[in-house]
């Protein structure tokens, strides 16, 4: 069974306070003895309360003034470094905490313009958000680039460093191809064994070229996302006078001085010159019977 957490309030029943007193007191002095225990340190508690005539000592008066002794001898600056009271305690965990969510805040804000540009990319309108919301993510827009730009830069370095790896490898293993053919030739070996050779060099650079085809495509994959958030950042600056033109009302168009003769063709004035009125019929009077004769 979970222990109950207690509310750090006064007691104000009187017996159920002096019960939870003289428990805490016995806990408190049990702390302090394992303290020097453990630590070997010099320690003392001295505690006052209604309901003793004398204060509770502890380890014992002669110890107590020794401690107390020792703790005068020491600078004024030492002695208050880490004094505090209970409105300077509670301060500084008001600070802490103001802190705590001060950094909470800018993280929630990171991810909140962070699923903005995301949703933006796959083609949701940016209409609606605030002159913060789009400094904002700006501000995200440019971190994410400054990302692409040091990732893009890890992967040509490791291009390079692979090629000339691959590099490397090719040139030792031509030499040792070199080395075998000549040993073939020398002992008179058939062609078969070099053909092997061959197919083997050649396997070996087809690897080599696909390696290489990997690498490009995926440097080709980052600078595509990488003009793709330029743009978006472009759309951005633009955004504000763009939005007020997709605003804009359309304008009003005025009436024709003789709205019958109009240009255009709807409903039954658009007729081709061969139907008659009945749109079953594309001719104006049904084929004969035994279809038509054309010479």
């Known amino acids: 069974m979970t222990r109950k957490k207690v509310k750090l309030t006064y007691i104000t029943n009187d017996s159920a306070r002096k019960a939870t007193y003289k428990k805490r007191k016995k806990g408190l002095m049990k702390k302090v003895s394992e303290l020097t225990t453990l630590c070997d340190i010099d320690a003392c508690a001295i505690i006052y309360s209604p309901y003793d005539s004398q204060p509770e000592i502890w380890p014992s008066p002669l110890g107590v003034q020794r401690v107390l002794a020792q703790f005068k001898t020491m600078p004024e600056m030492e002695q208050s470094k880490k004094m505090v009271n209970q409105e300077t305690f509670l301060r500084q965990r008001i600070n802490k905490a103001q802190e705590q969510l001060k950094k909470q805040k800018k993280d929630n804000r990171e991810k909140e313009m962070a699923r903005v540009l995301f949703q933006s990319l796959t083609g949701k309108s940016l209409q609606g958000l605030t002159l913060s919301d789009l400094t904002d993510l700006g501000w995200v827009i440019d971190q994410h680039l400054k990302e692409l730009h ?22 030792v293993s031509a030499a040792a ?56 950042a472009a759309h951005k600056q633009q955004n504000p006078w763009f939005m007020d033109m997709m605003n804009a009302p359309p304008p009003t168009p005025l009436p024709h001085p003789d709205h019958h003769q109009h240009m255009g063709f709807t409903g039954e004035d658009m007729m081709l010159p061969f139907a008659d009125h009945n749109h079953n019929i594309m001719w104006p009077n049904p084929p004969p019977a035994g279809g038509f004769n054309f010479p």
Do not use: C, P, W, Y
């Open 177 to 232: 191809t070199e080395h075998r053919m000549a040993a073939m030739k020398s002992n008179g070996e058939g062609s078969s064994s070099n053909m092997a050779m061959k197919n083997g060099e050649e396997g070996s650079n087809m690897q080599h070229a696909s390696l290489n085809r990997q690498v490009f495509d995926h440097m080709h994959n980052m600078e595509a996302m990488q003009l793709q958030m330029i743009q978006m």
């Open 150 to 171: 040091l990732r893009m830069k890890n992967i040509k370095e490791e291009a390079v460093k692979s090629q000339n790896q691959v590099q490397g490898a090719q040139g």
